[in-house]
């Protein structure tokens, strides 16, 4: 074999040219808040201000749920799933009898969530007993 017929290969950019070129490529593109159509300003939304209490209701519904949906796609861990769905709903109704000897107010749909809620551990509570 030849020495001639070989193709060099040609020599690689080395680390600091590649990153000063991504570097320069980097500068060269636009800012999103320059984009008129874009609205980055996320204080123009209004926020509903929410409790303390009512806020933590609210994350527990969403553990609950989530919970729920794991029991039914998880055959596996239903048991250790169910153990914690209690703890979770041992939880909630801790934090609706606060709501409600502190006679503390609480959004309609938030309080028709409780109400459902209470509802189905009320039914759970007589299956078991």
Do not use: C, W
């Not at 001639?4 to 800012?31: C, V």
């Not at 926020?47 to 609950?64: D, G, H």
Request: no cysteine; hydrophobic share 35%; charged share 35%.
């Amino acid at each position: 074999m030849k020495m001639s017929s070989i193709t060099r290969i040609p020599e690689r950019e080395t680390t600091k040219e590649i990153l000063t070129r991504l570097k320069s490529q980097e500068k060269a593109q636009p800012a999103t808040r320059d984009i008129p159509y874009l609205n980055v300003n996320h204080d123009a939304r209004p926020k509903e201000a929410s409790t303390i209490p009512e806020y933590n209701i609210e994350n527990i519904l969403r553990q609950i749920n989530a919970l729920e949906k794991k029991m039914q796609e998880d055959t596996r861990n239903y048991l250790n799933l169910f153990y914690d769905l209690r703890k979770l709903e041992d939880k909630f109704s801790k934090a609706v009898e606060f709501i409600k000897v502190n006679n503390i107010h609480v959004k309609d749909n938030i309080a028709k969530e409780i109400g459902t809620r209470e509802g189905i551990i009320s039914r759970r509570a007589k299956v078991r007993v």
